[in-house]
């Protein structure tokens, strides 16, 4: 088995890497004078199970087209299986058409990945979940909910948490981790004028003294979080915390956040933090390196992946 990684998240390739107890391959990813992305495998990898540790974050097509050529050249050195392992999938909101003449741009890059020569793919918390169908190569989909029970049953009271959906769309993902620790579910009803922007109207269960849990699968600009935080103090909640898959944390995010009514903003490492996540106050990030590797482990000998979620 050999472990690779391109240039988006390298400390989580390492830590997914001394999980299995493996050092990572040789793998040089440069570029040329006009930016021309050129990669070179540095080991013999015939005949050998890879996977290629990329996240399509920012610069999504950098790093996107970084791990196509990585795909090409494995497939030209005759390793035997190409796992592309996504712990952010890039353009995973561009998953229907929301008007006349407009791509479906999660379509096209399953295409790009499966046509470079990627044999499967593993990735985590996709957006939407018919995002898998997308792919016409196995399609793996870890949950990072394991991770973050683990985090809020050692932080907080449960007997007084309860878990909220920042909007109407995360209800299921919410509901499953309300499931998980036995906690009473809210809803934000949000009504959103133009991209970009969102405005909390009403929130859907009663939150007076409650710790409010937000759950959601990517933060971005982090205007919904605060917008939902604000709301659920104005109902009385007595502290907000927010437990996010993906941390893309755009333009002034950060700042954002740290100035929100936010207790705390708990990350997963899905996405390479910025110097201002890092030196943020009220933002952690907990590594979900070990989730991956035991899948990549797994994966390898031929397991089972759904059991680590039962």
């Known amino acids: 088995m050999k472990i690779l990684s391109g240039n ?11 999980y299995l107890g493996l050092p990572l391959t040789k793998c040089q990813v440069r570029r040329f004078a006009d930016m021309e992305i050129f990669v070179e495998i540095q080991e013999n990898v015939r ?37 592309a392992v996504l712990p952010y999938f890039g353009y995973a909101r ?29 990735t985590v918390d996709l957006h ?10 196995p399609t793996d989909n870890l949950f990072s909910a394991p991770v973050l029970v683990r985090d809020i049953q050692a932080r907080l009271k449960l007997d007084n948490v309860m878990v909220v959906s920042p909007d109407v769309g995360g209800v299921v993902r919410a509901r499953a981790l309300a499931k998980r620790i036995d906690a009473p579910l809210a809803i934000v009803d949000k009504r959103r004028e133009r991209a970009g922007e969102s405005e909390v109207m009403n929130i859907i269960g009663d939150v007076d003294g409650k710790i409010c849990i937000l759950i959601d699968d990517i933060v971005d600009s ?3 979080l605060c917008n939902a935080a ?9 502290d907000v915390y927010a437990y996010i898959t993906h941390g893309v944390l755009s333009g002034g ?8 009514s936010l207790n705390e903003l708990v990350l997963t490492d899905t996405i390479q933090t910025t110097e201002a996540v890092r030196v943020s106050k009220n933002i952690r990030v907990v590594s979900i390196a070990p989730l991956i590797g035991e899948a990549i482990a797994r994966i390898a000998k031929e397991e089972s992946v759904s059991s680590l979620f039962n």
Do not use: C, W
């Open 222 to 224: 982090g205007g919904t």
């Open 128 to 137: 939407a979940g018919q995002i898998q169908g997308f792919f016409d190569i």
């Open 253 to 260: 995010a950060a700042a954002r956040i740290a100035a929100s």
């Open 94 to 122: 561009q998953d229907r058409k929301p008007g006349p003449r407009t791509p479906i741009s999660a379509k096209l890059v399953a295409n790009l990945i499966t046509r470079a020569g990627a044999d499967r793919v593993l």
């Open 8 to 18: 988006s998240n390298r400390p989580l390739t390492e830590a997914i890497a001394a």
């Open 47 to 83: 005949g050998q199970d890879t996977f290629i540790v990329q996240s399509t974050s920012y610069p999504t097509n950098d790093h996107l087209m970084e791990m196509l050529i990585m795909t090409d050249a494995l497939r030209r050195a005759s390793a035997r299986r190409i796992t």
């Open 230 to 238: 604000d709301a659920l103090r104005a109902q009385g909640a007595s």
